[in-house]
Structures are given as C-alpha cells and as structure tokens.
Nanobody
C-alpha cells in the first residue's frame, strides 16, 4: 500500500501556472504507474496523465500539451505542472498509484490521495 499526499493547489488567475506535488510513501520501485486525475463539482472524474517506472508518460488528448507529469524518485514525489490555466481547469486534483501504464491511464489502481484544490479565476 502506498500513501499519497497531494499539495500545491491554490487559486490562480487564468493564464497562470501551478505545480502540484504528490508525496508517495513508500515510493514504488518497479512495475508501477503513477497518475493524476481531477474532478470538478457535478462532473465525472477525469484522467489527466500517467507515468511508469521507465519514465514513459501518457496524457489525455484534451490537455493539448498544457500539463506535464514528472517524478523525482530521490524525493519520492510525483509532480503535475499546470500551465495556461483556464477557469474550466477548476477542480480537485488527485494522484493515484497503479501497476501498469496503459492508453488512457493506469491499470490496477490501488491507492489514492486526498486531493488538492485548484481554482482558476477569469
């Protein structure tokens, strides 16, 4: 079991940027997939990006290159860089840990963080 704690959310104006962090304990060593989702009030959960143990990344097409997933294994932390933010990006952002990176996300997700709120004003 991996404990995940997100941070870095906040309020920002449209066009701004944020970097979300997800501290993982213990940080997975092999055969893993780490991923980001978001959920806005009244909307379904939306998958955003994933990264596997080999550093391979996949993204939702809808992001159009605005978000970047990365990890710092030495710091046991997963990141999501959010750029060119829009009011529609307002949501609670969650990280999750699974086993296999697949098209559209991570398979066999077992662990979730509590989320961090991002609010984008126009």
């Amino acid at each position: 079991q991996v404990q995940l704690v997100e941070s870095g959310g906040g309020s920002v104006q449209a066009g701004g940027s944020l970097r979300l962090s997800c501290a993982a304990s213990p940080y997975p060593v092999r055969n893993y997939c780490l991923t980001w989702f978001r959920q806005a009030p009244g909307k379904e959960r939306e998958w955003l990006a994933g990264i596997n143990a080999n550093g391979v990344t996949v993204y939702a097409d809808s992001l159009k290159g605005r978000f970047t997933i990365s990890e710092d294994k030495a710091k046991s932390t997963l990141y999501l860089e959010l750029n060119s933010l829009k009011p529609d990006d307002t949501a609670k952002y969650y990280c999750a840990a699974g086993k296999v990176l697949v098209v559209g996300g991570c398979a066999r997700i077992n662990d979730w963080g509590q989320g961090t709120q991002v609010t984008v004003s126009s």
